[in-house]
């Protein structure tokens, strides 16, 4: 039975016991104050929501740009050509044209976000089962098929991230680094949990959120009172 290592019981007994605390920036001081690894660990928030994503319309998706960003060099891949292939240039995007499809079935990888213009689609999906399954492939819900490339690549790289319910009902995100300032991490929460209320799905019933927890990469998770977070989530 696996078991966890020294200095993660050492973080887990200095944390309160069983309390789901109501204030966000003391959750964040307590995620800081756990951390122990020798790199800038990413802070995750992981949030438990009463849909059963069996269902096509209890489905939770959406994308929110974090107002601190994530602290993550996003490198983001444009498909486009023409006119648009020089405006993703300029907006900042990393690799930019089509010879990148067939880069790619040849086995490169080295980028994390891939937008697409609507003309090129009917090319970017032979590569479906290559980027799908990684999370990858470019999507209209996700807002990054669009001719607005420009704009596209700039609220990537200010922080803009997709979020989706999992095949459990939860949802998994980062919302920063354990070097900003918890009030930073605090309103890069605030941002997300928004954005999961107003992607409650009507066929939602009952609780929609029932937990949040906030952890860094290797630390133990802090929980939150969810009733911070179920303002307006009756119908």
């Not at 609507?118 to 990684?134: E, K, N, S, T």
Request: charged fraction near 25%.
């Amino acid at each position: 039975m696996p078991t966890h290592g020294k200095k993660y019981r050492q973080a887990v007994a200095r944390l309160p016991r069983e309390t789901r605390l109501e204030d966000p920036v003391e959750a964040m001081r307590l995620v800081k104050q756990s951390a122990y690894a020798a790199f800038d660990e990413t802070v995750d928030a992981a949030v438990r929501l009463g849909v059963d994503p069996r269902h096509a319309d209890q489905i939770v998706r959406g994308t929110v740009t974090l107002p601190h960003g994530t602290g993550k060099t996003t490198r983001v891949l444009v498909f486009a050509q023409g006119e648009k292939a020089r405006e993703a240039e300029e907006a900042g995007a990393d690799f930019v044209g089509l010879d990148y499809i067939q880069k790619i079935k040849d086995g490169w990888l080295d980028f994390d976000v891939a937008v697409a213009t609507p003309d090129v689609m009917g090319q970017v999906g032979q590569l479906g089962r290559i980027l799908g399954p990684r999370g990858l492939m470019p999507s209209p819900k996700a807002g990054t098929v669009t001719f607005d490339v420009g704009r596209a690549v700039r609220e990537i790289k200010a922080g803009k991230i997709e979020f989706r319910v999992d095949r459990t009902g939860n949802v998994h995100a980062p919302i920063g680094k354990v070097s900003f300032p918890p009030e930073h991490l605090a309103e890069n929460l605030e941002a997300l949990m928004d954005a999961i209320l107003r992607a409650r799905p009507p066929a939602a019933k009952g609780t929609y959120v029932r937990s949040v927890t906030v952890s860094s990469t290797m630390g133990p998770g802090i929980r939150l009172d969810p009733n911070l977070y179920r303002r307006a989530t009756t119908r």
